[in-house]
């Protein structure tokens, strides 16, 4: 389930202290740590996952409810600013070393306020 020297297995068992944003039975939402834009989410499934290749089919639960967690904030978010439109967001999973991924453990990247094409980003 949780991996020793993983740091995100650590944060979801609470035993490294992060922003946490929200939280369901199968995921963790925490502020990233250096944020890249206005609102930088990392959504974290329950569960030592180390990249979308790595999940079986068995733990499709995880990626549907880290999926309804990012809609659920997008929602809460809307609402919060009073938009009339639903929240432009993205949602970036980095899967591999040369893809980026610095923290194997699945997560995505929640980012809103900024037009990542436009703008330019690094993670
Ligand atoms: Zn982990």
Redesign the pocket.
């Known amino acids: 389930m ?2 020793s020297d ?5 944060i ?1 068992q609470k035993k490294v202290s992060a922003k946490i944003i929200k939280e369901s039975e199968y995921s963790l939402v925490i502020e990233d740590m250096s944020p890249k834009a206005p609102i930088h989410y990392l959504i ?1 499934p329950k ?3 180390i990249n979308i290749n790595y999940l079986s089919d068995k733990d499709s639960k995880y990626a549907a409810d880290m999926i309804k967690i990012a809609r659920n904030i997008a929602q809460e978010i809307k609402e919060e600013k009073g938009l009339k439109e639903p929240l432009s967001f993205n949602l970036i999973s980095n899967n591999g070393i040369q893809a980026s991924q610095s ?3 699945m997560h995505f990247h929640f980012i809103a306020g900024k037009n990542i094409y436009i703008d330019g980003f690094q993670l």
């Open positions: 949780f991996e993983c740091i995100f297995c650590k979801i974290l569960k030592h996952i923290v194997f453990h």
